[in-house]
Nanobody, 119 residues
Framework: VQLQASGGGLVQAEGSLRLSCEATGVIFGINDMAWYRQAPGKERELVARISNGGRTTYGDSVTGRVIISRDNAKHTMSLQMNNLKPEDTAVYYC??????????????WGQGTLVTVSS
């Protein structure tokens, strides 16, 4: 299973970006999908998470400014980010927990996409 993230780039403060992630490969089903980010010198942190039923969880620093969504049929996920701040600058990683017909679960990380917010 591979994850391909896209949509990162340079944006001015208060601007918007939309990140996308597509999972490809032999996938029976996906449980949770999530976006994490890691800024230079900082630990990786949760940005947003969405269950296969659509239940969402957001990190405290982005609540109210981002919306996570997913398309279960297409195995894709998006993150709409609004009112971006310089402190949102980081590499954003997509993450999925997927499962096989046997019920066994695995997780996978995407390669990351850089978001840079200028002041």
């Amino acid at each position: 299973v591979q994850l391909q993230a896209s949509g990162g780039g340079l944006v001015q403060a208060e601007g918007s970006l939309r990140l996308s992630c597509e999972a490809t490969g032999v996938i029976f089903g996906i449980n949770d999908m999530a976006w994490y980010r890691q800024a230079p010198g900082k630990e990786r942190e949760l940005v947003a998470r969405i269950s296969n039923g659509g239940r969402t969880t957001y990190g405290d620093s982005v609540t109210g400014r981002v919306i996570i969504s997913r398309d279960n049929a297409k195995h894709t996920m998006s993150l709409q980010m609004n009112n971006l701040k310089p402190e949102d600058t980081a590499v954003y990683y997509c993450f999925i927990e997927f499962f096989f017909a046997t019920g066994a679960t695995l997780s996978s990380w995407g390669q990351g996409t850089l978001v840079t917010v200028s002041s």
